[in-house]
């Protein structure tokens, strides 16, 4: 079964800076539009980011626009989020996603988000003040 598999979580001091990686199982995760979403306590799961399946169109939340930058190598099957100016209210636990059929823009979807097709563990990203 294909899978996402996050990883580059950690703790880090407000001001500070972290890459998550998200590797696909197989390759045909290269055709597909991917996206970040987090889920920080107490509250329910949020979009992040999301990239086409070329890497030519983004989109991102307005809390994290001009602060991180999401991007993809499909030769590596790898998607990233660089996350720069962390902020305590950025602390969450990040969930790498990817669709067959959605595109990019359907990812940064609210009420499509259930019905995503493919989601990783989660990775534990920690912004202490």
């Avoid at 979009?47 to 991102?60: E, I, K, L, P």
């Avoid at 001009?66 to 660089?82: C, E, H, M, P």
């Avoid at 990812?107 to 990783?120: E, H, N, Q, R, V």
């Amino acid at each position: 079964q294909a899978q996402l598999v996050e990883s580059g979580g950690g703790q880090v001091q407000a001001g500070g800076s972290l890459r998550l990686s998200c590797t696909a199982s197989e390759r045909t995760f290269s055709n597909y539009a991917m996206g970040w979403f987090r889920r920080a306590p107490g509250k329910e799961r949020e979009f992040v980011a999301a990239v086409s399946w070329s890497g030519g169109s983004t989109y991102y939340t307005d809390s994290v626009k001009g602060r991180f930058t999401i991007s993809r190598d499909n030769a590596k099957n790898t998607v990233y989020l660089q996350m720069n100016s962390l902020k305590p209210e950025d602390t969450a636990v990040y969930y790498c996603a990817a669709d067959k059929i959605f595109s990019a823009q359907a990812i940064a979807t609210p009420s499509l988000s259930g019905d995503i097709d493919y989601w990783g563990e989660g990775a534990l990203v920690t912004v202490s003040s």
